[in-house]
């Protein structure tokens, strides 16, 4: 499913109008019919109830008034509180504005903090002739907020939100909840809470980022007439990961009758340390449970029975020099593992010593297949940003905030803020000419930024996941599926997508408290749950 930003989803509209000829008043006019289809569907018989609309300075507030024309028409009387003056309208809020007039329906204008606080007498008033509320409508701002707001907007957001005059009455939001950055899913200083939110042609990637459905409340897609070869004509950058796409993504690897293990790849795992051996382990779970043909890992000397004993399917190298952590001495031994491999995973336990830093910075650099880079390994990387040179292969990196915050010197509250500003700086940090760079920012609504700045939104995942081992079975699956042929984006996109599922079916059963070695055990039965519905 595709997400366009503000300045694509203008893009669309223009095309829709100027090139295939759909007026704007129409794509406006089913913008407010489907809204108003959608109250009705959810919150019953609209006649003999009264809404309150608030009316912003731009074509939300044209939304606006649409939508109380047709409540007006179901019987509904529609109450307009105009937070700017009505004559300032323009365009096809305008025109719909010129019909509300003549339609005679009664508005108010709120252009003061003091006429703000009229609003709880007058809902009283309507209410005392006996009408029920059947909703309060948020036209006040859609994707074309552009700052923080203040002053008499921001008063009536606050007291939108703290209603105690109407407590029960749900807030619709127009497009978007006025306050959500669509682009972004940043709060411009304030935003309406919203009971549901009703946008239109398509979702936009702000409604999807981590926290955003406390203000969206259930998001739904209105289709507001804008015709498919419009979206396909237009370039969107961001789009959502679903079941239908992974389950595509994932099609090659239905496996044949006549096979044998060779066909599906060798993982080279370069992970754990003394005192987290099960990081290590934990990859390789990933890696063999998603359908990886062989794994080997790399393992300090000392640390080689364990690895041994607790992955009987796995192989190991153990390493001569290499007594607690992973050391550079070992890397002519490592070299010459890495020549029959099809993909490598470094990170996961591997601490951060300097040998070890010397020998992940090498790698880094020379490795000629795809690589997906985690945990410690991204925190060597961060701290020698400026030593990087271009990579021989492609490389994934999949920092969680606290890692990203190091990777782009910020700090992780600025990271959550603002999860799509962090994912591409981090690639435009890494980026190096000629070589394919993925970068997998991990967390609620997992975002992968990839080449030609393409981001991936990933819908599967729940809290039951925020534990300690989950993200190295994900390092060990997108590893697999780079060794199953998938391309490093696909992989990543697939990989990420398969492991919240496999999340999601243990949080849906018992709640959390699910390991990550549970996680790595419901993912043959996702897998193939994925693979059985493709036609
Ligand atoms: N043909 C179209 O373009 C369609 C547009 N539609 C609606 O139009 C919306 C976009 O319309 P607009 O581009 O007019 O944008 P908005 O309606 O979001 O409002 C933009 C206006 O708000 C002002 N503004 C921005 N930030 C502010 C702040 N912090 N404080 C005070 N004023 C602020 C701007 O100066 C501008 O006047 C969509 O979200 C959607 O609801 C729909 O009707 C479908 C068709
Ligand atoms: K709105």
Redesign the pocket.
């Known amino acids: 499913m595709k997400l366009p930003g503000s300045e694509e989803m203008?893009a669309i509209?223009r095309c829709a109008?100027e090139e295939f000829g759909i007026p704007?008043v129409v794509?406006?006019e089913n913008?407010g019919t489907g809204t108003v289809r959608l109250i009705e569907e959810h919150f019953g018989t609209l006649s003999g109830t009264f809404a309150l609309i608030f009316i912003?300075?731009?074509?939300?507030?044209?939304?606006g008034l649409v939508i109380g024309r047709h409540l007006h028409q179901r019987g509904c009387e529609p109450v307009f509180f105009f937070l700017v003056s009505p004559d300032s309208l323009t365009g096809?809020a305008a025109v719909n504005l010129a019909v509300v007039q003549k339609l005679k329906l009664p508005f108010h204008v709120i252009d003061s903090a003091t006429r703000v606080k009229t609003i709880p007498v007058l809902f009283k008033q309507i209410e005392s002739r006996g009408k029920p509320c059947c909703a309060i409508i948020d036209a006040i701002?859609?994707?074309?907020?552009?700052?923080?707001?203040?002053g008499h907007?921001a008063d009536t957001i606050d007291l939108i939100n703290g209603r105690s005059f109407a407590k029960h009455t749900p807030v619709v939001a127009?497009?978007?909840p006025s306050g959500l950055d669509s682009d972004t899913g940043k709060i411009?200083g304030r935003c309406v809470t919203a009971t549901m939110t009703a946008t239109?042609g398509c979702a936009k990637p702000g409604q999807v980022m981590q926290g955003s459905s406390a203000v969206t409340g259930s998001l739904h897609v209105i289709d507001?007439g804008i015709p498919p070869e419009v979206i396909a004509k237009n370039t969107i950058a961001t789009s959502l990961i679903t079941a239908e796409t992974a389950a595509d993504w994932l099609r090659g690897l239905k496996r044949q009758a006549n096979t044998h293990k060779g066909s599906y790849g060798h993982l080279l795992i370069l992970a754990g340390s003394a005192g987290k051996t099960g990081a290590a382990i934990l990859a390789a779970r990933g890696a063999q449970r998603s359908g990886c043909g062989l794994v080997s890992l790399c393992v300090p000397y000392d640390l080689n029975t364990i690895l041994e004993t607790s992955l009987i399917e796995a192989m190991t190298v153990p390493l001569p020099t290499s007594s607690s952590v992973l050391n550079v001495s070992d890397l002519a031994t490592i070299l010459k593992h890495l020549d029959d491999k099809t993909a490598v995973v470094i990170g996961p336990g591997l601490g951060t010593d300097t040998r070890t830093a010397e020998l992940v910075l090498y790698l880094y650099h020379s490795v000629k297949q795809p690589m997906v880079v985690d945990a410690d390994a991204l925190n060597i990387l961060a701290r020698h940003v400026d030593q990087l040179r271009t990579p021989a292969g492609p490389r994934i990196l999949t920092p969680h905030p606290g890692e990203m915050a190091r990777l782009i010197g910020r700090n992780a509250t600025e990271v959550q803020e603002n999860r799509l500003d962090a994912g591409k700086l981090c690639y435009h940090r890494f980026k190096k000419k000629g070589r394919e760079l993925v970068v997998i920012l991990k967390g609620a609504g997992t975002l992968i930024v990839t080449d030609n700045e393409q981001v991936l939104i990933n819908t599967s995942g729940n809290p039951g996941m925020a534990a300690g081992g989950m993200g190295d079975v994900l390092s060990g699956i997108i590893g697999s599926l780079l060794c199953q042929g998938l391309s490093p984006t696909i992989a990543a996109a697939a990989g990420v997508y398969l492991h919240g599922m496999a999340g999601d079916g243990l949080y849906s059963e018992n709640g959390h408290g699910f390991t990550a070695s549970d996680l790595a055990c419901n993912l043959p039965r996702c897998l193939k749950q994925l693979l059985d519905h493709l036609s």
């Open positions: 203008r509209d109008i704007g794509l406006m913008a912003g300075p731009g074509n939300n507030g044209g939304d096809d701002f859609g994707t074309g907020l552009t700052r923080d707001i203040s907007f127009v497009d978007t411009f239109f507001i």
